[in-house]
């Protein structure tokens, strides 16, 4: 017997927008006009602003103001950076499906719509993310996000973000999982928010879902948080810092905060985590042959190759950047 339309049940669903904010009055209004203008209607938007001293507080609450009561938030950020804001975030945010939300992109108008009637489908925990349309500052297409070919999966997540936090939209059950996982996150100072979340969704079984369609437009400016990963020169420099050296230590605290919470890891991945683990504490093939048994991949051959390389040099050993390597 087929299943029903999803869209009836989807349109219904509402959706928890979380935005971390900091000094985006440049930007910011656009994204709130995009927000409006979704299709999907059933939404409500917390936004935590971390300081800001540039108008964002007074923007975002001119938007409130224009908005139904209580459909738009604004509460105050740790002041730790944009991670913690937004783990900061997901602790405060309700029961039901979340979608993080950055600043200064441009949302599409199906994009909610198309993320929730993705998610309608599955019965368990569901993480979607999807492509993107870089953009200028003007919002100048540029070019299309990388589309990943190779699997979605724990033994990716653990050395790779390749979900990316600006489309990721979690159902409740997978929502649920993150609030009870996110205090390690915190208190161990974890860098990147949403290839933690990948992390958590994939080592606990959740269903992976990556949009092949664009979902928003991605800003890239002189203060952006996170700059684009699709260009020669991009990847280059990502290879160029595992080999370095630069990221053994933040692959180390997310290994920490995955541990503390291993309970909720399927059993199979459990043991994958401590075969990471034993990598991160040798060098040399010892390293290698850990990492190798783990089946551990990047989602190309040269970068999973530096991987492997790194660990054999005894690089992963190493405190690691202030970015993600994507």
């Not at 923007?59 to 950076?81: H, K, N, T, Y």
């Not at 997978?174 to 290839?195: N, T, Y």
């Amino acid at each position: 017997m087929d299943r029903p339309d999803p869209l009836p049940q989807a349109s219904s669903m509402q959706v928890t927008i979380l935005l971390a904010s900091y000094r985006g009055a440049a930007f910011i209004g656009a994204q709130l006009d995009s927000i409006a203008a979704q299709t999907h209607r059933n939404w409500r938007l917390i936004v935590s602003d971390d300081g800001s001293d540039d108008g964002t507080r007074g923007i975002v609450s001119d938007f409130a103001a224009r908005r139904p009561a209580g459909q738009v938030e604004l509460i105050c950020g740790p002041r730790r950076g944009a991670t913690q804001n937004f783990l900061h975030l997901l602790s405060a945010a309700p029961e039901g499906i979340v979608a993080f939300c950055d600043q200064d992109d441009v949302w599409f108008p199906d994009k909610l719509a198309r993320a929730v009637a993705a998610l309608s489908l599955q019965d368990g925990p569901a993480h979607y993310a999807a492509r993107t349309v870089i953009t200028d500052a003007s919002l100048t297409p540029v070019a299309q996000s990388r589309h990943f070919r190779r699997p979605l999966g724990f033994r990716n997540a653990l050395v790779q973000a390749i979900m990316a936090g600006n489309t990721s939209v979690f159902n409740a059950e997978a929502a649920a999982i993150l609030r009870r996982c996110v205090g390690p996150a915190q208190v161990l100072g974890i860098e990147s928010h949403d290839w933690w979340a990948y992390q958590v969704t994939a080592g606990t079984g959740a269903v992976l879902i990556h949009d092949a369609r664009p979902a928003l437009f991605y800003r890239q400016h002189a203060r952006s948080e996170m700059g684009r990963n699709d260009t020669v020169r991009a990847m280059s420099q990502r290879i160029g810092l595992l080999l370095a050296g630069d990221y053994g230590g933040w692959l180390a605290v997310n290994h920490a905060a995955l541990d503390a919470v291993r309970s909720e890891l399927l059993p199979g991945n459990r043991a994958i985590l401590d075969r990471f683990g034993a990598a991160l504490h040798r060098a040399g093939p010892a390293a290698a042959l850990s990492m190798a048994r783990g089946r551990l991949y990047r989602q190309t051959r040269a970068g999973t190759a530096a991987l492997y390389a790194a660990a054999l040099l005894g690089r992963l050993r190493h405190r690691g950047p202030r970015r993600p390597i994507r």
